[in-house]
């Protein structure tokens, strides 16, 4: 992997990452960075204070595989996600209000604190939703793809997951139907190392989750997860390819969760040394430099966009702490679409 | 109007085509459905009549083609998926498990799933110990899904499209055995409603609750039994999720007795939950008798046709059983 530099290229040479996104939707993209790792300190803070219970999964130092991949998304194109998913829920266009009240157990989240993190999803942004079970998310993004083409739409299902899910036998079956039926699906790998404390060259026979795509007749892209407008970039290529009736993609994102796996993590399976490198390659310092070095942002309006970041995700949370907690009388709501046993 | 008589298998091909001609949403998925026909022909020439984008043959990935099926459903069109055998739903018991039957709840009421699985099950036709099993209690001991049973090729259809209607998922478990039945079909597209048992034949001395072939079984023996005096009621359970309690109680506190007759391995079988069900409510104080269960060996369906009548219910097991039930204290 190539180590993250800034890069001070003439602006004639821009990439075309920087020449399709208007000054404005870069600026979000920042800014959608920066929440989801507010957001993700938030829910840490919040965790550790005793404020919520169960557990987490933080996706802090991804945020440029989540943002870069849904930033040219459609309202109307499905994410599936994983059981690390508060990014890409942001990402997709979700509401932290409503996803905190949703970490608080409250009826004001995303669902009425049912779901928890794990099963957050925002369905009106075309979020179907993360999941609890590692690989339970790709064969339902294949069908989201064919319900699509049934509709005669032409928009996508992305279904993310990480390393780890690439072992399941899921994975596979949702690949290869997706290429025999020739869908309009991107699989995005989040690859960061280790599903949850064994590392990909523990588990896996290949060196990386791109070398099984020919397996499947689809190309396999690997891309600098900590970069933007690389995964980005891919994810626009595999986008039309997919609306243009060509069928899926694999893009594998090479990236790190800076904190463990969830909070029960002691980290003993990597070293300090590691994660100090990759905090290094911090995708959201990676893209603030360029969006300066490219003129597309001065320095003191990247710190109104951390600082409205962070008076958000403070809202946020006020707003779940006072959210109204469910009845235990409503605890069979929902079990069925019309009341039944 | 005359009666028109169908196979079950016919009126479950019937159900699907009258679902797909109403509805541009419905399609079918399963493994050999398609110019094969499906494994029992219950599919037949759908494929021929609907094209192969609405009866879509799948590989042979039980796993991930359940889950397309569930994504299917949740982006806005109904799947009725077909398993080959039940017992290979077991390949695919996470996309129905943990997400088909719980997506909805999970995500607030946000969504439905509305998908129909059909699962050809049961013993009898000398496929041994992987292709014989009646798993229907497995499904029925998960909130989120609905499970039916049907035993006649009326039911057959009118459940089946009960359970396209539906917006959660419902699972159709049909015996093999039954494919080849005939019987009285109505040709417009009628519903049976999931959730009611039906009293298929009245009787003051002894409820029998029975599901898919055991019906046809009970009825059987009731007709025998009646010339020893007994008389006998016996209800077809139809649906297994949600239990229809309150038909089975009025029927115990008629008669005094219950026997529950079933294919599926009688330990935590649904006959468990008939009888503990009954020991919980009114119908206790009326039962002049303990209640019977006779449900499958606690053994793997073997491959001999004599070991394999032997392990599940057979009529004159059923007779003999009722018989001493009743005479024991009457």
Known sequence: MTQVTQETVAVSNLRDFYRHFDTTALRDALRRMYLIRRFEEGAEEAYTRGLIHGTMHLSIGQEASAVGSCMDLRKTDYITSTHRGHGHCIAKGADPKLMFAEFFGKEEGYCRGRGGSMHIADVESGNLGANGIVGGGLPIAVGAALAIRKQKRDDVAVCFFGDGASNEGAFHEALNMAAIWKLPVLFICENNKYGMSVSTERSMAVRNVADRAPAYNMPGEIVDGNRIEDVSEAVMRATARARNGDGPSLIETKTYRIRGHSKSDRNRYRTKEEIEEWKARDPIGHFEANLEAFGILRKDEAEAIRVAAEVEIAAAVEFAKGGTDPLPADLMRDVYTKGAA | ?330
């Open chain 2, 1 to 330: 109007m005359s009666a028109r008589e169908l196979s079950y298998a016919e009126a479950v091909r019937e159900a699907l085509a009258q679902a797909m001609e109403a509805d541009e949403r419905v399609f079918l998925m399963g493994e050999d459905i398609g110019v094969y026909g499906g494994a029992f022909q219950v599919t037949g020439d759908l494929v021929h009549r609907f094209g192969e984008d609405r009866v879509m043959d799948t590989p042979i990935a039980e796993l991930g083609a359940a889950g397309v099926a569930v994504g299917a459903a949740l982006a806005g069109s109904k799947p009725v998926f077909e398993f080959q055998f039940s017992d290979f739903a077991t390949l695919a018991m996470e996309q129905i498990v943990n997400q088909a039957a719980k997506i909805r709840f999970m995500l607030g009421g946000k969504v439905s799933v509305p998908l129909v699985m059909r699962f050809p099950a049961g013993s009898g036709t000398g496929a041994a110990a992987q292709h014989s099993q009646s798993l229907d209690a497995w499904f029925a001991h998960v909130p989120g899904l609905k499970v039916v049973q049907p035993a006649t090729p009326h039911d057959a259809k009118g459940l089946l499209l009960s359970a396209i209607d539906d917006p959660d998922p419902v699972m159709v478990f049909e015996h093999k055995l039954l494919y080849k039945m005939k019987g009285e079909v109505p040709e417009e597209a009628y519903r049976v409603p999931i959730g009611k048992a039906l009293v298929r034949r009245e009787g003051r001395h002894v409820t029998i609750v029975a599901t898919a072939i055991m019906v046809h079984r009970a009825l059987e023996a009731a007709e025998i039994l009646s010339g020893e005096g007994i008389d006998v009621e016996v209800i077809d359970l139809r649906t297994l999720r949600p239990l229809d309690t309150q038909t089975i109680i009025e029927s115990v506190k008629k008669t005094t007795r219950l026997a529950c007759v079933y294919e599926g391995v009688k330990t935590l079988g649904i006959g468990a939950e008939i009888s503990a069900m009954i020991a919980e409510s009114e119908a206790f104080d009326y039962l002049d008798a303990p209640i019977l269960r006779l449900g499958g060996a606690e053994a793997p369906i073997p491959y001999n046709p004599v070991l394999e009548k032997a392990a599940v219910p057979q009529t004159d097991g059923i007779i003999a059983s009722v018989r001493r039930l009743v005479t024991g204290r009457i």
